[in-house]
């Protein structure tokens, strides 16, 4: 068997070296040849890291909505009408803290004037796994980025990766407002339970 190809590679060959009339034009052949290969090689190339850069997002996808996200960010949403046209583009209430103030979810579309399209994926990464902006300031506690410090990197990328394939949404949301100011925007209070949180 490995004979009979042998035979069959040889003969090959030497058809092949028949064919080709001057050894131009078999480097001409060879250089061709070679370009096909190298563009092949570099389509492969993008083909594959499209293919890893979707799973990425599609994995950040479903983080994304597992996590709860579109409840604090999509207008409407917590009130039972998630306006899916602006998809995580900042929401339309607060939600008040007593002693902390009013916040309203913020727009986490790639919009560069009103959303996180001036971040870098690491800053958008620290954000959510410490809680602090590129600013330097820290998030209300309502953002739940304790949990999400539990995050892997790879997840946390996935979320980045997915938040940066979103369309852009145009939604200043207003805020934050401190502890002594009463805004006119519908707000939701969260109330601590009288007896401190104690769990008996």
């Known amino acids: 068997m490995i004979d009979q190809i042998a035979r069959r590679l ?10 080709l009339p001057t050894p131009r034009w078999t480097m001409r ?7 096909v290969l190298a563009v092949g090689a570099a389509a492969y ?3 594959r890291a499209n293919s890893v850069e979707s799973e990425q997002a599609a994995r950040g996808k479903y983080l994304v909505r597992f996590g709860g996200c579109t409840d604090c960010h999509t207008p409407g949403h917590l009130l039972g009408k998630p306006d899916m046209s602006r998809f995580l583009g900042g929401s339309d209430m607060g939600l008040e803290v007593p002693d ?15 959303g996180l399209g ?7 990464a620290t954000a959510i796994q410490t809680g602090v902006r590129p600013d330097g300031r820290v998030l209300a506690p309502i953002m739940p980025w304790r949990a999400y410090a539990g995050l892997t990197s790879s997840d946390a ?12 949404v145009s939604h200043k949301v207003p805020g934050p407002f401190g502890a002594n100011e009463k805004p006119a925007i519908f707000r939701m ?8 949180g104690r769990h008996d």
């Open 10 to 19: 040889n003969r090959f060959g030497r058809l092949l070296r028949g064919s």
């Open 29 to 35: 052949r060879s250089a061709v040849l070679a370009a």
């Open 45 to 47: 190339g993008v083909s």
């Open 100 to 114: 902390l103030g009013i916040f309203v979810g913020p727009n986490l579309t790639p919009d560069k004037e009103t």
């Open 118 to 124: 001036t971040w870098t994926k690491d800053q958008i």
């Open 157 to 168: 990328a996935a979320i980045v990766e997915y938040l940066t394939t979103l369309p852009p």
């Open 189 to 196: 209070t969260v109330v601590p339970p009288s007896d401190g």
